[in-house]
């Protein structure tokens, strides 16, 4: 990570803050998940910065990004990698999306597909109406609060209890993260979501959804998903949960760098 970029780029009337892998090669963007931040995907950027131009952005809300009173639904998210697109002046990127990142990704697919080359879903939030509503009437952002109130150490031990298979490393990457999470971006937990059905009908570039046997995104969605756009490619990753980039690091950059490959043929 020693020659990578640390930057800030201004868009939307926000501060996006990013780490780049840098070089003249195919640029990726690699978009997190709620709670996360762009330093989430170090283990995997190692695996693309030989052959990509690899950039982890931090979303509004989270990370080292502006942290707004307002604006976190997945059309300001979707406007804010727009905007770093064009800012960076990247030309054809490739979008990897995992969660919040994934429906976010599928959202700038949609409405901008000359812009980008490829689409990688990662267990993207793909849910019903009523499961959304469950999500927002939960406690998830009540526990996200009570952990803004812990100390680096105690989120790490807790994290390390849930996940005893993670390494080292992205455990604490993610607690950093946890703590750096406002409550503000908890609010792209508010229905309705955008139609993923819709979505997923109108992408027009090279695709592949991710799910894990144990993820978000149903084995019967994914094929439902297929006949609506049978350029969607499904992979599925097992022993895995949601976080299944972190689960099965190694089968998750296979899967991937194939997919990659694959689309620059």
Same mark, same amino acid.
């Given at each position: 990570?020693?020659?990578?970029?640390?930057?800030?780029?201004?868009?939307?009337?926000?501060?996006?803050?990013?780490?780049?892998?840098?070089?003249?090669?195919?640029?990726?963007?690699?978009?997190?998940?709620?709670?996360?931040?762009?330093?989430?995907?170090?283990?995997?950027?190692?695996?693309?910065?030989?052959?990509?131009?690899?950039?982890?952005?931090?979303?509004?809300?989270?990370?080292?990004?502006?942290?707004?009173?307002?604006?976190?639904?997945?059309?300001?998210?979707?406007?804010?990698?727009?905007?770093?697109?064009?800012?960076? @002046?990247?030309?054809?990127?490739?979008?990897?999306?995992?969660?919040?990142?994934?429906?976010?990704?599928? #959202?700038?697919?949609?409405?901008?597909?000359?812009?980008?080359?490829?689409?990688?879903? #990662?267990?993207?939030?793909?849910?019903?109406?009523?499961?959304?509503?469950?999500? @927002?009437?939960?406690?998830?952002?009540?526990?996200?609060?009570?952990?803004?109130?812990?100390?680096?150490?105690?989120?790490?031990?807790?994290? @390390?209890?849930?996940?005893?298979?993670?390494?080292?490393?992205?455990?604490?990457?993610?607690?950093?993260?946890?703590?750096?999470?406002?409550?503000?971006?908890?609010?792209?937990?508010?229905?309705?979501?955008?139609?993923?059905?819709?979505?997923?009908?109108?992408?027009?570039?090279?695709?592949?959804?991710?799910?894990?046997?144990?993820?978000?995104?149903?084995?019967?969605?994914?094929?439902?998903?297929?006949?609506?756009?049978?350029?969607?490619?499904?992979?599925?990753?097992?022993?895995?949960?949601?976080?299944?980039?972190?689960?099965?690091?190694?089968?998750?950059?296979?899967?991937?760098?194939?997919?990659?490959?694959?689309?620059?043929?």
């Amino acid at each position: 990570m020693k020659d990578w970029s640390i930057l800030t780029c201004e868009t939307n009337g926000i501060k996006i803050h990013y780490i780049r892998t840098g070089g003249n090669k195919q640029p990726i963007i690699l978009l997190h998940g709620l709670t996360a931040n762009g330093s989430c995907w170090t283990n995997f950027a190692r695996a693309l910065e030989e052959e990509y131009d690899v950039i982890m952005p931090d979303a509004r809300g989270h990370g080292k990004s502006s942290k707004p009173d307002h604006g976190y639904r997945y059309e300001d998210h979707a406007n804010d990698v727009v905007g770093l697109i064009k800012a960076l @002046r990247l030309t054809s990127p490739i979008l990897i999306g995992h969660s919040m990142g994934g429906l976010t990704a599928a #959202v700038v697919a949609s409405s901008n597909p000359k812009l980008i080359r490829g689409l990688n879903l #990662v267990d993207p939030t793909f849910l019903s109406p009523k499961v959304q509503r469950e999500v @927002r009437d939960s406690d998830v952002a009540d526990q996200h609060r009570r952990i803004l109130n812990m100390s680096l150490d105690n989120v790490i031990e807790e994290a @390390r209890t849930r996940h005893p298979n993670r390494s080292s490393e992205i455990i604490e990457l993610c607690a950093r993260a946890r703590l750096q999470t406002s409550m503000g971006a908890f609010d792209v937990l508010t229905p309705p979501n955008p139609d993923y059905k819709r979505l997923v009908s109108t992408i027009d570039v090279p695709s592949l959804l991710i799910l894990a046997d144990k993820g978000v995104v149903s084995s019967d969605v994914a094929e439902e998903l297929q006949r609506l756009n049978p350029k969607f490619q499904i992979e599925l990753i097992r022993e895995a949960g949601h976080g299944l980039h972190f689960d099965q690091p190694e089968r998750f950059a296979d899967v991937v760098k194939s997919f990659l490959h694959s689309v620059d043929r």
